[in-house]
């Protein structure tokens, strides 16, 4: 039984351009630049300012708790000391559905939207943010049901009962509709607008900031707050933000078309039928439980968090089963990266460059670090991190090519710090921001450090990153452990510039919970 299903790479990019109306001859006879913003001008650009960051979200209440609005609680205190709010995705789950914003982000996110006193009244299409909310799409975002689910789901009513109140599964009559939802609620959604004197209008009142790279997109604190594409770029106190979809560049390599392809093939085929036994016997397990029964609603969300899991692994083996000899890659993103990246590079006033994404290209969650797509990611930013080092040379003068990389998806707050690579990757900072609100996994048991196998060689392996923080769940039974988390992140003056990133945790344990912050660390 499948409970999601994901659009082809093809399919997420070509409906993505047809909602922002990619490149249209009224966009582009304007000079409009349509992966750039800027601030309204009166919004403050001091070198020193502070942002915060969350991810992994959208999952509303648990049994008992509702993580997400702990965080949220919390993130108030540092709302008129941060310029902006990331999100490294995930904004809603389990499939991205406009039925659940309203529980899943308006609600516990109210004090940070106009007219959040009655967070009833705000549609999740006309909603608009008092400090800047920043998001990137997870795959979460993308999801949908698979067809014959969303006729079950609304035709049999004990299957319903049983996945939406025993499991709190998160699935109603639709999914995403191959990531709509998240277009209506935070892109630019052009294609709203029917006639030309309607976009005309639109286009000459909002795109009206002025760059280096043409007329773009104004962002209105309070007034006006979307996003011009579901990849973008601006820059804050000298920073320059990429901001990345993951979505379109994460398939897996794929399998050798050899006898070795094939074993491979096999294995994981028999893998797959293994996962789906255990999700069916987590499904029975789950009817004998009594959600109104605190130590059964703790094993309830335990038995949640590990169907999802199963449920991300056999989507990541589906994407290499289906690769069929071919890989489907987001070239014009990735070539758009590499050409805003040597930009960056040769622009006198940028003093630093943060990249933020869904997928972690590094990462030591138990179910995300060796993952395929985890390895095609880390690949296709190593390719055009190489080529954007290739071209501006000596430029960086011993510098990493980028100060910082966020990311979401595993389900933990993690940092790391890659080594010598091999490769233009090397001796960055990694952070994993994807403990904000759904379940938390744990970290591998094989330890903080990652190896690579270099040319296939199983002989020929080096260290290429380290684990230097992990929050995440931990314990057992009575005394099980979840840290939720979010981020602040001082950036301070000077070039290099330097960043002081403060972890903060709301901690579930023994039905009840406690907040602290981490000691605070400067990278």
Known sequence: MKFVSDPPITVKIRKMKQRVRWQEPLIVERGIDQTRMVFEDSWADSPEFSFLVVGDSGSGSHRGHNPQRQLAEMMLAHQDQSRFILHTGDVIYLVGSSEYYPDNFIKPY?????????????????????????????????????????????????????????????????????????????LDYLKQFDTKEKLSGHLDRHYVGQTDTGRCLRYEPGSFTRLPNRYYTFRSGGIDFFALDSNTFNDPLPLPATGEGEADRRLLEKRWNELEQE?????????????????????LDDLHTKLEQLEEVQLDIDKQLASDG?????????????????????????????????????????????????LAIRRRLRQVFDQVCEVIGSLPEGRPLVDLVLSGHAHCLEYLRTGNTGHADSHINW??????????RRQRREGPELMETFDGNEDSTRKV???????????????????YSFLRIDVQDGCPPKFMVRPF??????????????????I
């Not at 299409?125 to 799409?137: A, G, I, K, R, Y």
């Not at 499904?283 to 703790?298: F, G, H, M």
């Not at 890659?329 to 590499?338: C, F, G, K, P, V």
């Not at 990153?465 to 039974?477: N, Q």
């Open 110 to 186: 109210r004090e940070f939207l106009v007219g959040g006193d009655h967070p009833q009244r705000i549609a999740y299409d006309q909603m608009s943010f008092t400090l800047p909310f920043l998001p990137v799409p997870g795959n979460h975002d993308y999801y949908d049901l698979p067809l014959f689910f969303g006729l079950i789901a609304g035709t049999t009513r004990p299957l319903r009962r049983l996945l939406r109140s025993k499991l709190y599964v998160d699935i109603g009559w639709h999914g995403s509709g191959q990531g709509k939802a998240y277009a209506r609620a935070f």
């Open 279 to 299: 999700k069916l016997q987590i499904i029975e397990t789950s009817a004998q439980l009594n959600p109104n029964l605190p130590e059964e609603a703790e094993q």
């Open 326 to 374: 071919k890989t489907v890659t987001d070239t014009e993103q990735l070539d758009w990266l590499r050409q805003r990246l040597i930009e960056s590079w040769h622009t006198a006033e940028v003093r630093g460059r943060i990249i933020y994404l869904h997928h972690p290209p590094y990462v030591t969650e138990a179910t995300k670090w060796n993952q395929a797509q985890t």
């Open 431 to 440: 952070i994993i921001c994807g403990g904000s609100g759904f379940s938390l």
């Open 465 to 483: 990153a380290r684990s230097l923080l992990y929050i995440g769940r931990s314990g057992r039974g009575s005394q099980k452990r979840r840290p």
């Open 505 to 522: 945790i709301a901690e579930w344990s023994q039905h009840q919970w406690s907040n602290s912050k981490i000691e605070p660390f400067v």
